[in-house]
């Protein structure tokens, strides 16, 4: 802040510029609570001064113009008393100040004058009036105009001047003495005024500089340190504000999430540097698209949040948010080598997908979901068919919470062939439950749904228990195969459990393979690599599913302990073709040179069978080989088998 007057120009009097309009609205709002009092003193003292003089002086001079330099006093200080320094610009306020200032000179000149004239009528006594008259107006100014200290000065100038002038020029040596020792006192009241002006500017500027560091430190608060975006806390403000104002009209406006689709992988493959430098490019590419309209903020890790303002074309908000999975799309260069990260993003549309910050959020995180899962690389809208969704899946947490799991849920096997002895060598336990109130429910609900409301531990640890009391029953050549959500191998105490659980069963570990996606690995690759060498060292065998289908596989695959990978379904229709035969023929190459089992999956025809052994895939599983099925009929299956062996020989 620049001081609205300069040192040098107060102490010496000069009448200064008006350079700071934001101090000039401080000492308007200072200078209201004090000169409706000094107009009100001025013309307390020239009542008193006229009532002295009345007998004396011709009726002008003590009623006249008196009375109109009182009416003067009372306009202006009923002006500054409805003032509302609050409401006034910063441009406004500089003029009223300079105003004020050559208001002073003509009051002052009125004053004075007015009081010199009156000097020549009466005795000592009135004259003795007129001199405290004189000497209480220049100290009433001086402290009333403590906040302008150019009106203050000129006030002093003036009177004073004339006061000293006509003591000097009258020969009597008592006004001189009055004059003399009323100057100088006022020349301390001046030094005074001078010094406490300072302190008043000195003040602001403290006040000023702890404004400007609040506001400095309010935006760090709002700001994301790596990539320079407003962050979480800003965004969900920027959230509240936009519903606050929107609420009366209904006016829409959208929230999407974007999600970088593989920076995990590239975090854990490049290190955190390069992760960081992902992060940075991803900011500045998303402030592209800011504007006045757009808000974009990092919500945290490798999520982002935009608040479209205005959305009353829901086209166009698609649009936007689609162009920004385009550019995020955009290969980015890490030294010598280049990176893609992709982006997916879910969009909620306010007030059709919610009227709450949470439940616009929650509906933009479920679309961000869903294009995660089916429309990787897009933005996907949320819908009524989502919605429908929502509450499904609302339901069978219901169901599940209140459900008697160890009796409504069972386990069913399916078998895993070996195509060079023709027997079955391992069976893949597969969950299944019946609700009471939703009857049967697909594993992939039920086991997403356990994992969203943290029941996954208890109902893994659940059917582990039952598999592997089905499993005490299976012949010692048969191995149990069994899948680990995501969430388990994330879990130590979950691990620990799994190891107890096996030890207690009492069947050997060497039988067991416990079976994790890529998704599994991706949420804490260095803890799922402490888990799988926790469990292998019991002797548990680790297999990778649905190879092939996640982001990066052969980076985990030479990084970790397996010994088995599972090709996905999704290989098998098109496994006679060009590309499908060259994919499922590298894989098993792959295995091969790393020297796990390739296990192919999804196996339904006797084409699809014939083609994995001709590329040399040895161990298959589908509804060709067996549809999943209670461990009695298994068990009445494998019999039968083994007592058709004899014939078919």
Known sequence: MKFIYGRRELLSGIVPSYTDPEACIRQIGELQKQIPSLYALLSVNACALAF???????????????????????????????????SISGEEAVKRLRGTSLLTVLFSALFVGWAMKLTSYGGPFEQGHVAIFVAITVIACIFCLTHLPAAALVVTIIVMGSFLIHCFTSGNSVFIAIALNTAFVTVVMVRILTNNFLAFLQLLESKAEAQRLGEENQRLAHTDSLTGLPNRRYFFQRLDALIAASATGNAAFALAIFDLDRFKPINDTFGHTAGDRVLEETGRRLSAFAADGVTIARLGGDEFGVLIHAADRTADAVELCNRICTALHAPISLGETQVVPGCSGGLALYPSAGRAADALFDRADYALYHSKERKRGTTTLFSQEHEDAIRAERAVEAALQSADLAAEMEMHYQPILDTVTDRITTVEALARWTSPKLGRVPPDRFIAVAERCGMIHSVTLL???????????????????????????????????????????????????LELTETALMRDFEGAQKAITLLRALGIKIALDDFGTGYSSLNYVHRLPLDRIKIDRGFMADVESDLGRSVVITILDLCQNLGLDGIAEGIETTEQLSAVRRHGCRYVQGYLIGVPMPMTDLLGGLRRAAEAEPVSA
């Open 52 to 86: 002295t003089h009345y007998p004396l002086a011709p009726a002008w001079l003590t009623v006249g113009l008196p009375g109109a330099m009182i009416g003067l006093c009372v306009v202006r200080a009923t002006h500054w008393w409805h003032l509302r320094p609050q």
């Open 463 to 513: 059917l582990l228990r039952k598999a592997l009391a089905d499993a005490a029953r299976l012949p010692d050549d048969i191995g149990l195969s069994f899948n680990l959500s995501s969430h388990d191998l994330a879990s130590p105490e979950t691990v620990i459990a799994i190891l107890a659980a096996v030890r207690q069963s009492g069947l050997d570990p060497r039988r067991i393979t």
